[in-house]
């Protein structure tokens, strides 16, 4: 631990508030030096203040990172206090013992037996651990952003101290870039994030997909009724294959749960829902001792699961889960619905109250439960359930005898419906997700295409119109003098001068033709 | 051939009467000359001078010889021969002529400007070549000194083709928006335009040049006038060196010196039609404008009316032919016009004998003859009762009185006569009474030859006079056939003397008839004389006659004494007669007493009937016996007898009187039968 320490020291005086701090203070500073190592507490009070005074400078900045930098310099504080404790008193371990305690009976309430009370403390124990590494990490860090980045890249990496340490390394080299552009990583870092999430939602969509066949084929097993006649016809080899097809499903349903544990566990605010304790507790648990404590809850927590074989228990155990998670559910939907509408102020506030919060909305849908069990239960795909063969045959000899078609469609419709209970079919909803899929992808590709294609074509034909235009079709049908030899009226006639006058007398009399005047004559002969 | 004269000036339409369609063929047309006096007398100055459906334009060839038109349907040009006087060919077109000209002196070059803007060249042997100007043409010009042909349309340009190089010159470039027509002089070569503005653009040829624009719209509206559309140009014509002609579409011709913009006259032809030509005539220093009504001939100078020609089809194209009084016209109609007026020249070389014929007519006038006019003085109108007709068309005025129509003259005679059917009536009697008269002197004659029957009616006549002219018409029978003559004579003489011989004595009869004899015996002396004189067969009859005369007076006598008988049965017959009646008058009051009484009793009868039914038996017996309708008697043997006898009944005894009265009217019925009697005894002697 002391090794570390003078790094964290190191790393917090290299901080931008620390400087600042220390200039103005350097004086008193040195005479306080001595009190501080004296009055551990005083020391602590005065840097509150002026933090405080430094938030307010950076008011103007935003809203968003003064929050991010107030929850960063409160988890330093507390983690310097656990250390401090640690080395010195041994009543902290007293408090996290009285924490443990409370966790326990919360525990034994939810289940009735005491095994599972027991697994839920290791896991409670190996949340602590983990929950002290959170803690450091922030302590480091001075944005909200890198934090998230830094769970993820630790939760892909794993668990080992030396990946810590290189983690705290390139930690180090992000505070630098991000002191030096800090709009820029916010926004770099925005949109990186919103790629990942579209890349999660594909590959989960691509889940879904495979899933489906999957659903097709259990659709179509055997129902409790005719199960027993399949065994008993089936003989050893069916009861092999239904051994491991069991063993197999069991597997599965284990490590789903175990994904959605280490899912909930690695994000900050959904951990409580794993270990039931509160937040504060986490953020207490800093000791390196306290990581070795993490390694060995981890080993427990597999151990957990290994016992959790029997599958009676799931039922229940999903409904607690989704009870506890419920609640941090409605808060981020709200708190993403606010911040759409803020988004668009000004068109939310002219329409703001035709519009229901999401909440209310997900209630209204969620309250005629029947109406939805029903539309899961309904067949919407042609399959046939193995045991049910008499259905069959039914409409097949209505139709032989050459009665209308549309009698046997309603006995088939029929029976489609009556086939609810057994079956999960929600292909509607399955088409729907395909649908956005492949609508988004052409989008963004495909028509983009075709359609600067069609303008490029419209451009060109445009440009061959007016190519067109420049033909000169008056001169058609003689609609425009041309003066080409006519060869046939060539001397077709012969001079002939009668005219008496002059053309001196003509000059005189055209001048002065209707009375008229030399300049006018001129100007209009022009 | 028609003649017309206005204003003393006369004119002669050669082109009038009945025309013969063309599919006739000739033996048939000589048979119609023959036959219809009409088609003989029509004058055929030139052989089909006619288009199948109208002649648009019309034109004269300079040497005199060919009279080219050009017409449609089809379109089509048709060169006349005026030495032959008949049709020389015809060439179809593939559109309507607007105008054409002929460049040469004959018809060997000829162009034609066609409303689809093309421009056909003609030569001796017919289509030589084609072409086309931008826009429609309305008119053309040729230039003989530098063989540009100047065709102005609907354009501002003025397009020139020149025939000598074979091209198309630069147009002349005018500031109309159209140009309606154009002419060249033929002294200075002066090209002239006439606008749709109303000017109209002079330009020189040698230099093309525009050297004057003259204002014709405001020259041609006059005070008197309203300016109710643009006065545009649509004639224009030189004459001379000096002079220009100038038709508006308002109907105006306003005449120009061309050293002067104000016009020396403007004459009004008052119809608001547009002028269609306009032409010089120089020997009378007319000018002859046309309007597609009438073609007017006035002086250039004072522009006084010479006369005019008003032709029943609207005019296209008016031509004058050149050095003649001879106006050919386009009319709307098939057939085109030929006028000769005598007055503007002699008749063309090829047609001298119209001036022959003209003399003719002119000293040979036709006298007026009124056949069927009856001339009538004032006098005779007031009589007829028709002064108020004076001054209407029945009557015409003439010398001192009036000449109206026969028919009407008599209708009106017979209406104010009433009778002169009497008059008529007289005359006829008075005719008859003198052919009759004329028969009489027979009758002097026969008493001459019959003696005896001259003395008897001579004899009649003193008697009665009226009584003879019944006889006279007996006699006129009787001397026909002698026998019942003689018959006649004696029967009525018999009955005459016999009243008058019962009335007077016997005696004078009796002298009478010596008389009577002594006469005879004085004529038959009288008549031997004159029967030597006459023939002898007239003496015989007489002979027979006098002895016949002595047979029938014993029969007179016979006759008297059965008409003496007669007469007394007739008379007793009258005074039964007489009585029957005065009984039948005393029946009558006694009738009508019975009837009243009658019905008083039957009212006590009643009575009487009620009373006895109440009585006994013996009562009843006594009352019957009272009235005598019950008889009782004793009988020897000691019983007793009654006998009833009935009541007679009303009604029997009418019937009983109504015989009666039918009985002694039958009575008097025989007394008519025995006059029917008597008569047929009288005439057993005559058998």
Same mark, same amino acid.
């Given at each position: ?63 968003? +990172? ?52 027991? +697994? ?407 | ?687």
């Amino acid at each position: 631990m002391a090794a570390p320490q003078p790094l964290a020291l190191q790393l917090e005086q290299l901080l931008n508030p620390r400087p600042r701090e220390a200039d103005p203070e350097a004086d008193p500073e040195e005479a306080t030096r001595a009190r501080v190592i004296d009055r551990f507490d005083e020391g602590e009070e005065e840097k509150d203040d002026l933090a405080v005074s430094s938030i307010r400078k950076l008011a103007p900045v935003s809203l968003l +990172d003064t929050d991010k930098r107030y929850s960063g310099k409160t988890t330093s504080r507390k983690a310097w206090k656990e250390d401090h404790w640690e080395q010195a008193l041994p009543s902290s371990s007293d408090n996290e013992a009285s924490d443990e305690g409370g966790s326990e009976d919360g525990d034994s309430e939810g289940l009735g037996l005491e095994e599972i009370s027991e +697994d839920v403390d290791e896991d409670l124990e190996d949340n602590k651990i983990s929950d002290e590494g959170g803690s450091e990490d922030g302590d480091s860090e001075g944005l909200g952003l890198e934090e998230f980045s830094e769970d993820v890249e630790e939760d892909l990496e794993g668990e080992d101290e030396e990946d810590r340490e290189e983690d705290r390394n390139s930690e180090d080299d992000g505070v630098v870039a991000a002191f030096s552009s800090v709009k820029v990583s916010e926004e770099v870092e925005k949109g990186r994030a919103v790629k990942n999430q579209i890349a999660l939602w594909d590959q989960l969509l691509e889940g879904r997909i495979k899933l489906q066949k999957a659903l097709l084929t259990t659709n179509q097993l055997p129902q409790p009724d005719v199960f027993p006649v399949f065994k008993d016809k089936g003989g050893p080899e069916f009861a092999s294959a239904l051994k491991n097809s069991h063993k197999a499903l069991k597997a599965l349903l284990r490590s789903l749960v175990d994904l959605q544990e280490e899912l909930l566990f690695q994000y900050p605010d959904t951990r409580h829902i794993v270990n039931g304790a509160k937040p504060n507790t986490e953020s207490e648990e800093i000791s390196s001792e306290d990581d070795e404590l993490v390694g060995e809850k981890k080993k427990q927590r597999k151990a957990p699961p290994k016992r959790k074989l029997e599958m009676e228990d799931y039922p229940s155990f999903m409904a607690k889960r989704f009870a506890d998670f419920t609640i941090y559910r409605n808060h981020t939907l709200q708190k993403w619905h606010d911040k759409t509408k803020l988004a668009s102020g000004k068109l939310g506030k002219g329409f703001g109250a035709f519009e229901r919060s999401i909440l209310t909305q997900i209630d209204h849908i969620m309250m005629d439960k029947e109406r939805l069990l029903r539309r899961t239960q309904t067949k919407r795909s042609a399959y046939r359930v193995l045991g049910k063969p008499e259905p069959v045959p039914e409409p097949v000899a209505e139709t032989l005898p050459g009665e209308p078609e549309t009698l046997p469609q309603g006995p088939a419709n029929a029976h489609l419906r009556d086939l609810d209970e057994e079956i999960f079919d929600d292909d509607d909803f399955y088409h729907q997700l395909l649908r956005e899929l492949i609508e988004r992808k052409t989008s963004s590709l495909d028509p983009n295409d075709q359609v600067a294609m069609g303008r490029q074509w419209l451009a060109i034909q445009k440009l061959r119109s007016k190519i067109r235009k420049k033909v000169d079709r008056k001169a058609s049908k003689g609609r425009k003098l041309r003066f080409h030899v006519l060869s046939k009226l060539l001397s077709f006639m012969a001079p002939i001068d009668h005219t008496a006058m002059s053309d001196d007398a003509r000059t005189e009399l055209f001048r002065s033709l209707f009375g008229q005047l030399n300049p006018p004559d001129a100007d209009r002969g022009k | 051939m028609q003649v017309s004269s206005l204003n003393e000036v006369k004119i002669y339409s050669l082109s009038c009467g009945k025309s013969l369609p063309e599919w006739l063929s000739d033996r048939k047309k000589r048979a119609l000359q023959k036959k219809n006096v009409d088609v003989r007398r029509r004058i055929e100055l030139i052989q089909d001078f006619e288009m199948p459906t109208v002649c648009t334009t019309i034109k004269v060839s300079k040497d005199g010889q060919y009279i080219l038109a050009t017409g449609t349907y089809k379109p089509r040009v048709r060169c006349y021969d005026t030495y032959q006087l008949s049709l020389k060919f015809e060439r179809c077109l593939d559109s309507e002529v607007v105008t054409f000209e002929i460049l040469s002196d004959d018809y060997s070059k000829i162009v034609f400007l066609h409303n689809d803007r093309y421009i056909e060249f003609h030569s001796q042997s017919g289509f030589y070549y084609k072409t086309r100007i931008p826009k429609f043409g309305r008119d053309f010009s040729y230039h003989y000194p530098s063989c540009d042909l100047y065709f102005v349309g609907a354009s501002s340009e003025v397009y020139r083709l020149n025939l000598e190089q074979g091209r198309y010159l630069n147009p002349l470039q005018t500031d109309a928006a159209e140009n309606n027509v154009c002419d060249i002089n033929a002294v200075h070569g002066l090209f002239a335009t006439g606008t749709i503005e109303g000017r109209v653009e002079c330009w020189d040829p040698r230099v093309r040049k525009r050297v004057g624009v003259l204002d014709c719209a405001l020259n041609s509206v006059t005070a008197d006038s309203e300016i109710n559309s643009l006065p545009t140009i649509s004639a224009l014509k030189f004459n001379g060196a000096l002079s220009m002609a100038v038709g508006t579409s308002t109907g105006q011709v306003l005449l120009y010196d061309l050293r002067s913009d104000k016009p020396l006259l403007v004459k009004d032809h008052q119809y608001g039609l547009p002028i269609k030509s306009v032409h010089f005539q120089d020997s009378l220093d007319l000018v002859l404008s046309a309007d597609s009504r009438i073609v007017k001939m006035w002086n250039k100078d004072s522009g006084k009316i010479f006369t005019s020609l008003e032709p029943e089809h609207d005019l296209n194209d008016v031509c004058l032919y050149p050095s003649s009084g001879m106006l050919l016209t386009a009319n709307e109609s098939p057939k085109m016009g030929i006028y000769y007026i005598p007055v503007l020249g002699p008749a063309p070389r090829w047609c001298s004998f119209l001036d022959n014929l003209t003399e003719e007519l002119e000293e040979n006038p036709e006298s007026t003859v009124y056949d069927d006019y009856k001339f009538v003085t004032k006098k005779d109108l007031e009589n007829l009762g028709l002064t108020h007709l004076i001054g209407s068309p029945f009557l015409r005025a003439y010398m001192h009185g009036f000449f109206m129509d026969i028919r009407l003259y008599h209708k009106v005679k017979l209406m104010v006569n009433p009778f002169a059917y009497e008059e008529y009536r007289k005359d006829k009697i008075r005719q008859k009474i003198e052919e009759t008269r004329a028969q009489r002197v027979q009758l002097k004659k026969l008493p001459k030859v019959n003696k005896e029957l001259a003395l008897k009616l001579i004899e009649e006549e003193e008697e009665k006079q009226k009584s003879t002219l019944k006889k006279k018409v007996k006699s006129l029978p009787n001397i026909l056939t002698d026998d019942r003559f003689k018959v006649m004579f004696e029967n009525p003489d018999f009955q005459v003397d016999e009243e008058s011989e019962e009335f007077r004595l016997l005696n004078p009869l009796v002298s009478r008839i010596s008389e009577k004899r002594k006469k005879q015996l004085r004529l038959l002396e009288q008549q031997e004389l004159k029967d030597e004189e006459e023939e002898e067969p007239e003496g015989k009859p007489s002979d027979a006659e006098s002895s016949e005369s002595s047979d029938d007076e014993k029969g007179w006598v016979e006759e008297v004494r059965k008409q003496r008988r007669l007469l007394q049965q007739e008379e007793r017959v009258k005074r039964q007669e007489q009585l029957k009646e005065d009984q039948q008058t005393v029946l009558k009051p006694q009738f009508y007493e019975i009837k009243a009484g009658e019905e008083f009793r039957s009212f006590k009868e009643s009575a009487t009937k009620q009373r006895l039914m109440n009585k006994t038996l013996e009562d009843r017996l006594k009352l019957e016996a009272k009235h005598g309708t019950l008889n009782v008697s004793d009988t020897t043997v000691g019983s007793k007898q009654l006998t009833f006898t009935l009541k007679r009944s009303e009604q029997q005894k009418k019937q009983q009187e109504a015989e009666k009265l039918h009985r002694q009217e039958r009575k008097n019925l025989r007394r008519s039968a025995s006059h029917l009697r008597s008569r047929p005894r009288r005439g057993r002697p005559f058998h």
